[in-house]
């Protein structure tokens, strides 16, 4: 979609252009891509002080139980996510997967139990597939609803509580993955500790009407910068975070995306609820034999960048095809080039050296463990 005009524009659109933004298609939205100020200091800046990020392309999605009780709309979800859906606390959060019956990921989310209720928030890439999903599978014992009348945002970084904290002085109780409501300059809001950068952070829900302003407030802070598509990009990869449609798909089980941490033992063989989810036998034998490939962390030597669809081989001729790159570029907090991909299980060691085949050259990458950065989540 190359006609800004035909795409779908969020309730901070204006606040974009107002700023100076350059504006992009991603997802069918016109989204911010980068700033002024430039992609490589809206990272570092994100890194050392606090972003602001517009992701109100996301899907925000509910499911109230018809019942009234809650454990019957996390007994319905869990019939599509292989994790603990009926163990999550109330003012709790955790990642999740919508998985096929190839066990390949559908899309990856986060789940939230407000109390009454569930709130999800997905992909915009999926948003519509989600929801369609969630009717078709869930509309017996539960009502579905997107929220079309809500923005999100995103403040990460080491500053982001004490900015936050001058709105809500709570914030500073929340630890990683909380979920709570609170009034941020007189709007209600939903706030959840947690983010796509690896840094402490938040992801705050508005009302549509009231975003702009919210989220101008924030922006009036010293210690706060506008981040674009471009930043958000560079600082997931640092932080060995999915993109999804890059590094997890249809085609790609959660062994395979060593994403193992998001299946709990409860959902495993052996579990009180293991099973019961679309793709169960070949997670579980993933899980029981392991997996032929599996996703790890690249560090290309020199500072030419390595891109995602890059062939990987064992030897510096191209002889021996080991694996693909799927995200991969340069890191400004470490200084070089990073990337993710998968690789033969026989070639996943951290320090094993492979050879990425670019413009007919083959450079050296070695296999690292992820995150290539520290992360600093407030556990």
């Avoid at 009036?220 to 930043?231: K, N, R, S, T």
């Avoid at 036998?281 to 997996?291: P, S, W």
């Avoid at 200084?335 to 320090?351: F, N």
């Amino acid at each position: 979609m190359d006609d800004h005009t035909s795409l779908k524009q969020t309730p901070l659109h204006d606040l974009h252009l107002s700023l100076g933004a350059r504006m992009v298609p991603f997802a069918g939205y016109d989204m911010p891509v980068q700033y002024p100020a430039g992609v490589m200091k809206e990272h570092l800046f994100t890194r050392t002080s606090a972003g602001l990020f517009d992701v109100s392309h996301m899907g925000q999605v509910t499911i109230r139980p018809k019942s009234g009780r809650l454990e019957d709309a996390a007994l319905a979800l869990e019939r599509l996510v292989p994790v603990d859906v009926l163990g999550l606390a109330e003012g709790r959060q955790r990642y999740g997967l919508f998985t096929n019956e190839n066990g390949g990921i559908l899309d990856d989310l986060m789940i939230a139990n407000r109390g009454d209720h569930l709130f999800l928030v997905v992909n915009a890439s999926c948003k519509e597939a989600d929801f369609t999903h969630l009717k078709t599978h869930l509309s017996d014992s539960c009502d579905i609803e997107m929220l079309e009348d809500r923005a999100l945002i995103a403040l990460q970084g080491p500053h982001a509580e004490c900015v936050l904290a001058e709105l809500w002085a709570d914030v500073a109780t929340m630890r990683f993955m909380d979920v709570a409501e609170a009034a941020l300059h007189d709007v209600p809001c939903i706030i959840s500790r947690s983010g796509y950068t690896g840094e402490d952070g938040f992801e705050i829900s508005i009302p549509a009407a009231d975003a702009a302003d919210v989220t101008r407030r924030i922006l009036e802070h010293p210690d706060v910068m506008p981040i674009g598509l471009g930043a958000r990009d560079s600082l997931r990869l640092e932080a060995g975070l999915c993109l999804y449609g890059n590094d997890i798909d249809t085609g790609t089980t959660p062994v395979e995306a060593a994403l193992e941490w998001a299946l709990q033992k409860v959902r495993r063989s052996g579990g009180a609820r293991a099973g019961g989810f679309p793709g169960a036998d070949r997670i579980l034998a993933d899980f029981a034999d392991g997996a032929t490939r599996r996703r790890v962390g690249l560090k290309p030597e020199g500072r030419a960048p390595v891109r995602g669809g890059v062939a990987l081989f064992a030897d510096a001729d191209g002889k021996t095809s080991v694996g693909t790159v799927t995200s991969g570029g340069f890191g400004p907090s470490v200084d070089g080039p990073v990337a993710i991909g998968y690789v033969d299980q026989a070639h996943t060691a951290d320090g094993t050296k492979l050879y990425a085949e670019v413009r007919g050259k083959y450079l050296t990458v070695a296999v690292t463990a992820l995150p290539f950065i520290t992360t600093t989540y407030k556990r």
